[in-house]
């Protein structure tokens, strides 16, 4: 299931959870801009046991962007054979997808801090959608998420301290 939380503003939000278990989840929120070529955007995966967060994920204009990933699967509810898998340009969100029988989309999000962070760290959470009605809806909701207007963009000077 998923859910956009809020409206166009600094506060929106779109939170996917497990079907299977409601407890494992991802969320993208915090997004600011820097300029119109690019989105920055948090993700927070949850799972029972694990919270984990990487910040400033980047949507670039020209990039073979998550939106159209989503779309895809959403178009082939039917099904397909093998494993999807999309990527940003730095790594930082990777998802990878498989059908499953009676028509659900498993969708395995692995996040990991930018390769310079300290740590060097990755974590994956799977969350299971119908693959009709419920991936449609996602993948609306993160359309509308990383199209987010210029006008509504904070100034980098009106960004929180620490970003």
Same mark, same amino acid.
């Given at each position: 299931?998923?859910?956009? !939380?809020?409206?166009?503003?600094?506060?929106?939000?779109?939170?996917? &959870? /497990?079907?299977?278990?409601?407890?494992?989840?991802?969320?993208? /929120?915090?997004?600011?801009?820097? !300029?119109? !070529?690019?989105?920055?955007?948090?993700? +927070?995966? &949850?799972? @029972?046991?694990?919270?984990?967060?990487?910040? +400033?994920?980047?949507?670039?204009?020209?990039?073979? !962007?998550?939106?159209?990933?989503?779309?895809?699967?959403?178009?082939?509810?039917?099904?397909? +054979?093998?494993? &999807?898998?999309?990527?940003?340009?730095?790594?930082? $969100?990777?998802?990878?997808?498989? /059908?499953?029988? =009676? =028509?659900?989309?498993?969708?395995?999000?692995?996040?990991? @801090?930018?390769?310079?962070?300290?740590?060097?760290?990755?974590?994956?959470?799977?969350?299971?959608?119908?693959?009709? +009605?419920?991936?449609?809806?996602?993948a609306a909701?993160?359309?509308?998420? $990383?199209?987010?207007? &210029?006008?509504?963009?904070?100034?980098?000077?009106? $960004?929180? @301290?620490?970003r």
């Amino acid at each position: 299931m998923t859910s956009p !939380d809020g409206d166009l503003d600094d506060k929106a939000r779109v939170t996917i &959870r /497990c079907q299977d278990n409601s407890s494992v989840g991802m969320t993208f /929120c915090d997004r600011f801009s820097f !300029d119109q !070529d690019s989105v920055h955007y948090t993700v +927070e995966a &949850r799972a @029972p046991g694990l919270t984990a967060r990487v910040t +400033e994920v980047v949507a670039w204009i020209w990039d073979n !962007d998550l939106t159209t990933f989503l779309e895809e699967l959403a178009a082939d509810y039917r099904g397909w +054979e093998g494993e &999807r898998t999309w990527h940003t340009m730095d790594r930082d $969100l990777a998802v990878s997808a498989v /059908c499953r029988s =009676g =028509g659900y989309i498993g969708l395995t999000w692995t996040i990991r @801090p930018w390769r310079s962070a300290a740590g060097d760290w990755n974590t994956s959470v799977t969350t299971w959608l119908e693959a009709g +009605e419920q991936m449609s809806s996602f993948a609306a909701d993160i359309r509308h998420f $990383l199209a987010w207007e &210029r006008a509504a963009h904070p100034s980098v000077d009106d $960004l929180p @301290p620490g970003r």
